[in-house]
């Protein structure tokens, strides 16, 4: 890292100098991140970066700014720099535990709680919760308790910090799938992990530094999907969950499926089974 003006860098500067070199790194967003980064290294908000030009930062400053602006040329997710990413509204804290929750999958949660006002549902279950976007969203909108699981001790540490920010009825348990569950219940809802490896190769380098195993499942990146079909007959009346471009055609093979979901991009992304 280049120290060469720890002790006198303004605003303006450091605004130059984080769109060049962010231009030059060919990120798409350089306009935009440049002034997050200048943000987050000073601890303040967009009005003050863009009218204080001349604010000179102190050396603390300048080292975090700096350190900040090299990891997003390498494809540091701007969403963990900045540890927080807008879902369906609400402002969820996100660190490398968790999925950076994204706008496609506002979808699944649009779909799940149309089920739940036609049909009064109220035993709702998500599986893979991460940082517990979709529990907490459903909990918040819909006025309901929502049980939560996934695997990772690490992310559900995360998911019970977005609840207390939150103050969701959100209830978290650490299991790779289902076998906690004891009765049946309304709607099992979850983003799995749905890429294939050859997918993964593939993927931008941004998400790369994501959890692999959200990402990976199986060699086609059907397998959880594939055993939350088998579980889900016997567990719930209904199974929403989002899938890969790619699986398409896999999914509209299955037995029970209701419907599918385009996502803005008009790629299929939502699927709704129904059991009962």
């Given at each position: ?22 231009k030059a790194a060919n990120i798409?967003?350089?306009?935009n991140d440049a002034v997050i ?51 369906f509204g609400f402002n969820f ?184």
């Open positions: 890292m280049n120290f060469w003006s720890l002790s006198a860098m303004k605003i303006r500067d450091g605004l130059k100098k984080a769109l060049t070199e962010l798409g967003s350089y306009g980064l200048l943000k987050t290294a000073l601890s303040k908000d967009e009005v003050f970066i863009l009218s204080n030009f001349d604010y000179e930062m102190g050396r603390e400053e300048v080292k975090r700014f700096l350190e900040l602006l090299e990891k997003r040329k390498n494809r540091y997710p701007i969403a963990y720099i900045t540890k927080s990413k807008e879902f804290y996100v660190n490398e535990h968790v999925l950076i929750p994204r706008p496609e999958t506002e979808f699944l949660v649009e779909e799940t709680l149309k089920i739940i006002e036609s049909t009064k549902a109220r035993r709702v279950v998500d599986v893979g919760t991460g940082s517990g976007n979709i529990a907490i969203t459903l909990s918040k909108i819909a006025k309901i308790k929502v049980f939560a699981s996934d695997i990772s001790k690490d992310a559900l540490t995360v998911a019970k910090l977005n609840k207390k920010r939150l103050g969701a009825d959100v209830e978290f348990i650490r299991s790779n799938g289902l076998d906690w569950l004891g009765k049946r219940v309304d709607i099992i809802v979850s983003n799995p992990p749905y890429v294939s490896p050859s997918e993964y190769d593939k993927l931008s380098d941004d998400v790369k530094f994501e959890p692999k195993e959200a990402l990976i499942s199986g060699e086609d990146g059907t397998q959880f999907i594939r055993y939350l079909l088998r579980e889900a007959e016997k567990r719930c009346n209904y199974l929403i969950i989002e899938f890969g471009y790619s699986q398409s055609d896999f999914i509209k093979q299955q037995k029970h499926l209701e419907k599918v979901v385009k996502d803005l991009s008009g790629i299929d992304r939502v699927a709704v089974f129904k059991f009962s």
